[in-house]
């Protein structure tokens, strides 16, 4: 059963559009960072789960000088994404409509990393997932560790 000329192209147009669609959709990705812990993908607003980062305007002292942990935490998600793709699993949505997810560039949870670098917080509150990560980071006096620092989420309550 051979196609006619005119099927066989219909197909094969059909076939590529198909394709050049679902390529695209896997290439592109328009990701906007908000904070340590929020980012943008394609206009989905997504919170990583168990982890909280201090807020943009939360500043900590280090060696009596005033230290911008927030917008530090920030830096440190946009350097390690990078031009990487990240890969989220979702794990539902918050209070706030957003996605709760953690998030991975080249198969290293986003959320692990920034907890294992002293700027971000396991959260217990909600998850006990990062804590050996946030033993470490303290052990080792990284990113806040070595400051005085308010946990963001009394930050939050303060200000």
Do not use: H
């Amino acid at each position: 059963m051979y196609l006619s000329k005119k099927k066989a192209i219909l197909v094969i147009s059909v076939s590529v559009i198909v394709f050049f669609f679902i390529y695209t959709n896997i290439k592109s990705q328009d990701i906007e960072i908000t904070d340590g812990d929020t980012i943008k993908i394609n206009g989905e607003k997504i919170r990583f789960s168990g982890i909280d980062t201090p807020e943009l305007k939360q500043t900590c002292i280090k060696k009596g000088e005033s230290n911008t942990c927030g917008i530090t935490a920030k830096q440190i998600l946009v350097d390690k994404i990078g031009d990487n793709k990240v890969i989220c699993v979702s794990e539902g949505k918050d209070q706030y409509n957003r996605t709760l997810a953690e998030c991975f560039v080249n198969d290293e949870s986003l959320s692990s990393y920034l907890v294992r670098s002293g700027y971000a917080f396991a959260y217990r509150r909600y998850s006990k997932k990062f804590i050996i990560d946030e033993d470490y980071a303290k052990f080792n006096k990284l990113g806040m560790w070595s400051m005085k620092f308010d946990y963001p989420w009394d930050w939050r309550r303060k200000n």
